[in-house]
Structures are given as structure tokens and as C-alpha cells.
């Protein structure tokens, strides 16, 4: 069985532009969560899917954060425009309801 | 908001040493509390979870947890570390709320 994952695993780019980031999650999960991790601090929250739904979405940052898992199967995050503070790891993991999640392997974001 | 904490940031052991990391939760209803490994270059893996039931939970690798409902914690202990357990240990609770990570170092 495939594992989540995520596309890309590394993205440079420069302040003010636009970045997609996509999560495959587990064939059957409902559940589909994305994190982020800044270097050497916790990891947080950002929202949660079941399916197509944003089940809670209040982790999300700011406006500039737009997530979107249409036909309830992979989910997009799209930063535009992109700031310096939004550099770090962005992880995304899936679960059936009330089960273990499984992560993926993360995207590293640097904007600089 | 329910929250986990983890006070331990950077723990160093020699190995054969004894691990607790400490992790501890402030929210009431259902507990669900979770311990995720990341080993370097590696995906987070769960490592044991609490639902209910025994509150002495058994997870992969020698590891076990113990939930003390009257301390509101949900340490992790190994009685005996070994050099391959150096990783980043996290706890996580109900909604998935991450602590700040344990970074554990075990010298050889």
C-alpha cells in the first residue's frame, strides 16, 4: 500500500511569489490533515480535511494560506503571495475516522 | 484550546541509559494522546497511542507510555536507550496538536 505523499519535496522561491503544495493522501482516508514546522520550533497545526470539507481550518495563518481537497481525494495548499516567515516544512498526513494518521515525508519551503 | 506541552527540548544519554520524556496535556472529555518518532531523514511515525482502557500502553521498540490522568501527563519511557533511538520525539493530543519535540541524543 502507498504511503502519503507529497509533491514537491523541496521548493525555493522568492518573496511574492506563488507556491502550490499537493498531498496524496492513503486510498480511503477521509481524514487529511497539513502541518507546518518551522526550523527548530513545534510542530503546528494548520487544518484538517474530511474528505472535501474543512472539518477546522483554524490553524491556518493568514489569507494568504488557501487549502483545497476538491473530490475529497489529494489536497493542494497554495501560498500567495509567499512572505519570509513562511519558510519551513509543511507536512501532511491522512487517517481513517478516529484512527492513527500517517505523515508524509514533508515539503521544505524556503522563501527568500 | 487543548493543548499538549513537552518541558524536555534536548535530551542527551549515553547508551543503556533509562529515557522518560515528559508530556503533558491540558484539556478534559476524551483523551486520545499519542507519541510520534521522527528519525533523521524519516518520515513521523507513531510510535503508541492512549485511547482508553490501560493506562500503561505498549508501543514499538521497547517503548511504553503511562497516562496518569491525576497528573495530566503521558510520559514516554524506555528502560535502556539505545544509539539508534536518537530522533525527535513528539506527543500529540485529541486534535492533533503537536508538543514543541524532544530532541533525544544517545552517545555511543
Known amino acids: 500500500e502507498a504511503g502519503v505523499t507529497q509533491f514537491p519535496s523541496h521548493s525555493v522561491i522568492e518573496k511574492g511569489q506563488t507556491v502550490t503544495l499537493r498531498c496524496d493522501p492513503i486510498?480511503?482516508?477521509?481524514?487529511l490533515y497539513w502541518y507546518r514546522r518551522v526550523m527548530g520550533k513545534e510542530i503546528k497545526f494548520l487544518l484538517h480535511f474530511v474528505k472535501e470539507s474543512k472539518q477546522d481550518e483554524s490553524g491556518m495563518p493568514n489569507n494568504r494560506f488557501l487549502a483545497e481537497r476538491t473530490g475529497g481525494t489529494y489536497s493542494t495548499l497554495k501560498v500567495q503571495p509567499a512572505e519570509l516567515e513562511d519558510s519551513g516544512v509543511y507536512f501532511c498526513?491522512?487517517?481513517?475516522?478516529?484512527?492513527?494518521?500517517?505523515f508524509g515525508p514533508g515539503t521544505r519551503l524556503l522563501v527568500l | 484550546a487543548q493543548s499538549v506541552s513537552q518541558h524536555n527540548h534536548h535530551v542527551i544519554l549515553s547508551e543503556a541509559a533509562s529515557l522518560e520524556l515528559g508530556c503533558n496535556y491540558s484539556y478534559g472529555g476524551t483523551v486520545n494522546l499519542f507519541w510520534y518518532v521522527q528519525y533523521p531523514g524519516q518520515h513521523l511515525q507513531l510510535l503508541l497511542k492512549?485511547?482508553?482502557?490501560?493506562?500503561l500502553v505498549k508501543g514499538i521498540k521497547g517503548f511504553e507510555a503511562e497516562f496518569i490522568k491525576s497528573k495530566f501527563s503521558f510520559n514516554l519511557r524506555k528502560p535502556s536507550v539505545q544509539w539508534s533511538d536518537t530522533a525527535e520525539y513528539f506527543c500529540a493530543g485529541n486534535d492533533m496538536r503537536f508538543g514543541a519535540g524532544t530532541r533525544l541524543t544517545v552517545k555511543p
Open positions: 492512549y485511547f482508553s482502557g490501560d493506562p
Open positions: 498526513a491522512s487517517s481513517t475516522l478516529g484512527e492513527t494518521q500517517y
Open positions: 486510498s480511503g482516508h477521509d481524514n
